[in-house]
């Protein structure tokens, strides 16, 4: 592991961590635990030695006068904080089959994270991994079984996972909030959240045994988008050191329209709508509305999209002109998306395309551009059609703006980049349906948000699912690049096939997360560099 010198960290953080060590230090495995706010009791270690600190606050509740402002300080507590269970998750509503919970229910007292440690003293400098949960920003939380931390803090590293505001309550923005906040800016307070668990990390982690100078940033979906947010945001700077994104970027407007990213004025307009809707004359008027209306009015309008704004505080440009000037954090980035995003939702079910079908779909929704589509993505047949149909599908939704990303980093950036593929047929559980039918595996394929069962060796979180003994080698290898890239900004290390950077010389390798995991040069490069050139990706 690169060391970095000691005098780079703020003297604060020097003093934040010398306390919380020697309060570790001191007490029995399993015991309390000082951090900045108080004393927190976790559950106890489980037969690994790895301890979870469940539903610690990290900021005071966003709630009456703090709603839709920047997170506030928590406030201090006396005695010792059971930290137990999980936080409430951020309001939402159930818009995802495939999200279950542990939690009590959504609230906007939402503003809490969750720590598992395998360290048996604060005198350990384990590499910390933050991660974001994906949503759409609609969605989520951090206590979803296929997201518990434990088997992957097994791996060596502390593991943190955080709620942070969604939809309205978190991105909305509105010229009134512009007027009132210090900064003028509006939006964006999901992120603003985010930003402040890597505070609370940097000033706090070393109590887990955790390395405040060597925290590593992942996500999935929206929770890409939001590394990527934060890798150019100027207030994120320096609060972490490598960068792991599945299924997702910030750098592009996608075809998901929940899930890009918006000008202020677009954000503002949408706002001002929402507010006229509620019949709020002010902020005042809206702040004062119950959280359970808002949420209502939210999701009775498709109209209705809250998402990351370029606010000029947390993103002070578009993201994909800060990656072009090579102004974004240049750490080391390792990203990739599933094989079949979307694929089974086109593809599968009653309207299964044909030759005839897609060429017609094609040409009636992108125009000018079918002949030269349809040669990128042919329909010979009925068979190529299906193929075609979910390999545009997948690029338009996810894969051609993860591929962007890496390609402006590779442009601007120093640091070493990974990239992957997802592919394996993922099983699911008995009797699911998709477009009115059963799925099977062979239709489902490496669909989105299957790798995070991955991730976390989550597999018990699926209990039902046939799961087979080459998921669980797949997830073994998974988390041993992952863990490896937090250690040092690269994947590799015993046990585990080479994984080339992701560069021009060799072809711009990918690795095959698969069984057998495999290596081979970028395939489908042209169709991403027409999606580029084209400007369709954004239509």
Same mark, same amino acid.
């Given at each position: 592991?690169?060391?970095?010198?000691?005098?780079?960290?703020?003297?604060?953080?020097?003093?934040?961590?010398?306390?919380?060590? &020697?309060?570790?230090?001191?007490?029995?495995?399993?015991? *309390?635990?000082?951090?900045?706010?108080?004393?927190? !009791?976790?559950?106890?270690?489980?037969? =690994?030695?790895?301890?979870?600190?469940?539903?610690?606050?990290? %900021?005071?509740?966003?709630?009456?006068?703090?709603? $839709?402002?920047?997170?506030?300080?928590?406030?201090?507590?006396?005695?010792?904080?059971?930290? /137990?269970?999980?936080?409430?998750?951020?309001?939402?509503?159930?818009?995802? @089959?495939?999200?279950?919970?542990?939690? #009590?229910?959504?609230? #906007?007292?939402?503003?809490?994270?969750? /720590? $598992?440690?395998?360290?048996?003293?604060?005198?350990?400098?384990?590499?910390?991994?933050?991660?974001?949960?994906?949503?759409?920003?609609?969605?989520?939380?951090?206590?979803?079984?296929?997201? @518990?931390?434990?088997?992957?803090?097994?791996?060596? /590293?502390?593991?943190?996972?955080?709620?942070?505001?969604?939809?309205?309550?978190?991105?909305?923005?509105?010229?009134?909030?512009?007027?009132?906040?210090? =900064?003028?800016?509006?939006?964006?307070?999901?992120?603003?959240?985010?930003?402040?668990?890597?505070?609370?990390?940097?000033?706090?982690?070393?109590? +887990?045994?955790?390395?405040?100078?060597?925290?590593?940033?992942?996500?999935?979906?929206?929770?890409?988008?939001?590394?990527?947010?934060?890798?150019?945001?100027?207030?994120?700077?320096?609060?972490?050191?490598? !960068?792991?994104?599945?299924?997702?970027?910030?750098?592009?407007?996608?075809?998901?329209?929940?899930?890009?990213? +918006?000008?202020?004025?677009?954000?503002?307009?949408?706002?001002?709508?929402?507010?006229?809707?509620?019949?709020?004359?002010?902020?005042?008027?809206?702040?004062?509305?119950?959280?359970?209306?808002?949420?209502?009015?939210?999701?009775?309008?498709?109209?209705?999209?809250?998402? /990351?704004?370029?606010?000029?505080?947390?993103?002070?440009?578009?993201?994909? %002109?800060? +990656?072009?000037?090579?102004? *974004?954090?240049?750490?080391?980035?390792?990203?990739?998306?599933?094989?079949?995003?979307?694929?089974?939702?086109?593809?599968?079910?009653?309207?299964?395309?044909?030759?005839?079908?897609?060429?017609?779909?094609?040409?009636?929704?992108?125009?000018?551009? %079918?002949?030269?589509?349809?040669?990128?993505?042919?329909?010979?047949?009925?068979?190529?059609?299906?193929?075609?149909?979910?390999?545009?599908?997948?690029?338009? +939704?996810?894969?051609?703006?993860?591929?962007? $990303?890496?390609?402006?980093?590779?442009?601007?950036?120093?640091?070493?980049?990974?990239?992957?593929?997802?592919?394996?047929?993922?099983?699911?559980?008995?009797?699911?349906?998709?477009?009115?039918?059963?799925?099977?595996?062979? @239709?489902?394929?490496?669909?989105?948000?299957? @790798?995070?069962?991955?991730?976390? &060796?989550?597999?018990? &979180?699926?209990?039902?699912?046939?799961?087979?003994?080459?998921?669980? *080698?797949?997830?073994?290898?998974?988390?041993?690049? $992952?863990?490896?890239?937090?250690?040092?900004?690269?994947?590799?290390?015993?046990?585990?096939?080479?994984?080339?950077?992701? #560069?021009?010389?060799?072809?711009?390798?990918?690795?095959?997360?698969? =069984?057998?995991?495999?290596?081979?040069?970028?395939?489908?490069?042209?169709?991403?560099?027409?999606?580029?050139?084209?400007?369709?990706?954004?239509?």
């Amino acid at each position: 592991m690169p060391q970095f010198p000691r005098r780079n960290i703020p003297r604060v953080v020097q003093l934040a961590c010398g306390l919380a060590m &020697s309060a570790l230090a001191a007490s029995p495995a399993g015991a *309390q635990i000082k951090i900045e706010s108080g004393l927190v !009791a976790g559950l106890p270690a489980d037969p =690994t030695g790895v301890r979870a600190f469940l539903g610690i606050p990290y %900021a005071a509740p966003p709630t009456g006068d703090r709603r $839709w402002k920047a997170p506030q300080p928590v406030v201090s507590w006396a005695g010792v904080k059971q930290t /137990v269970k999980f936080g409430p998750r951020a309001m939402q509503a159930p818009i995802y @089959d495939d999200m279950i919970f542990r939690d #009590e229910g959504s609230s #906007e007292d939402c503003l809490y994270l969750n /720590v $598992w440690t395998p360290a048996p003293t604060a005198e350990s400098t384990l590499p910390v991994m933050v991660w974001i949960h994906g949503g759409g920003y609609r969605a989520g939380a951090a206590s979803e079984p296929r997201q @518990d931390g434990s088997r992957l803090a097994r791996k060596g /590293v502390v593991v943190v996972s955080l709620n942070y505001r969604l939809g309205v309550f978190g991105f909305l923005a509105h010229p009134g909030l512009a007027t009132e906040a210090e =900064t003028k800016a509006t939006g964006n307070y999901g992120l603003l959240d985010q930003i402040a668990v890597l505070r609370w990390v940097r000033q706090n982690i070393a109590a +887990f045994g955790g390395d405040p100078r060597n925290v590593t940033i992942f996500g999935e979906s929206a929770g890409s988008m939001s590394v990527g947010a934060l890798m150019v945001s100027p207030l994120a700077r320096g609060l972490f050191h490598r !960068a792991i994104g599945q299924s997702g970027a910030a750098v592009r407007a996608d075809a998901y329209p929940t899930a890009r990213h +918006f000008s202020r004025p677009q954000a503002e307009e949408t706002g001002a709508k929402f507010a006229a809707a509620a019949g709020a004359r002010s902020i005042a008027d809206l702040r004062a509305m119950p959280a359970a209306d808002l949420l209502l009015l939210q999701e009775k309008d498709p109209a209705y999209h809250f998402g /990351v704004v370029v606010d000029g505080a947390v993103l002070t440009e578009d993201p994909n %002109a800060t +990656f072009a000037a090579g102004r *974004q954090s240049d750490v080391p980035l390792l990203a990739g998306w599933t094989a079949d995003e979307v694929r089974v939702y086109h593809t599968f079910g009653k309207n299964r395309p044909t030759a005839e079908s897609f060429r017609a779909t094609v040409r009636d929704k992108h125009g000018a551009f %079918a002949d030269a589509l349809l040669k990128l993505y042919p329909a010979a047949t009925d068979q190529e059609a299906v193929r075609s149909a979910g390999d545009l599908a997948d690029d338009l +939704f996810l894969g051609f703006n993860t591929w962007k $990303w890496l390609q402006l980093q590779a442009a601007t950036g120093r640091a070493p980049i990974y990239r992957y593929s997802f592919d394996p047929a993922v099983p699911i559980e008995p009797g699911r349906l998709i477009n009115g039918a059963i799925a099977t595996a062979v @239709d489902t394929g490496a669909t989105h948000a299957s @790798d995070i069962v991955y991730t976390f &060796s989550a597999f018990d &979180s699926a209990p039902q699912a046939p799961w087979r003994p080459a998921d669980r *080698q797949l997830s073994e290898a998974m988390m041993t690049y $992952w863990t490896n890239f937090a250690r040092t900004g690269n994947p590799n290390g015993p046990g585990v096939p080479e994984w080339p950077r992701y #560069e021009s010389v060799g072809g711009f390798r990918v690795m095959h997360l698969a =069984t057998p995991l495999a290596v081979t040069p970028e395939a489908n490069r042209n169709r991403y560099e027409f999606l580029d050139q084209s400007g369709l990706e954004g239509r």
